[in-house]
């Protein structure tokens, strides 16, 4: 069973950096696709990064292109998001989640992903 842990999350202050970690365990890491979403109150589960089995496929959803930075290590199991310039929108519930993937690609669309961690919380402080 696939289990995912997030660590990284906190308070920011607007303009600073931030760096997400997501392990995973339970199966080979490198047979899933990996995504970040982020969940603000009141509002629904978006996808604002991903990533393929294959680390040359990534997608940004616009509003973060250009200032994160989604990427996987292999060997160490784990997808990290590397946020920068970091707005009072960026705050939400940050989610790292899992696909079993047979081909290269990203999943752009939350319901697509079948594995979720319990998500971490990122505050921006203006």
């Known amino acids: 069973q696939v289990q995912l842990v997030e660590s990284g999350g906190g308070l920011v202050q607007a303009g600073g950096s931030l760096r997400l970690s997501c392990a995973l365990s339970?199966?080979?890491?490198?047979?899933?696709?990996m995504g970040w979403l982020r969940q603000a109150p009141g509002k629904s589960r978006e996808v604002v990064a991903a990533i393929g089995r294959e680390t040359i496929n990534t997608y940004y959803e616009d509003l973060v292109k250009g200032r994160f930075t989604i990427s996987r290590d292999n060997a160490k199991n784990t997808v990290y998001l590397e946020m920068n310039s970091v707005r009072v929108e960026d705050a939400a519930v940050y989610f790292c989640a899992a696909k079993r993937a047979v081909a290269g690609g990203y999943y752009a669309r939350s319901a697509e992903y079948e594995y979720w961690g319990q998500g971490i919380q990122v505050t921006v402080s203006s």
């Open positions: 339970g199966r080979a890491f490198s047979a899933y696709a």
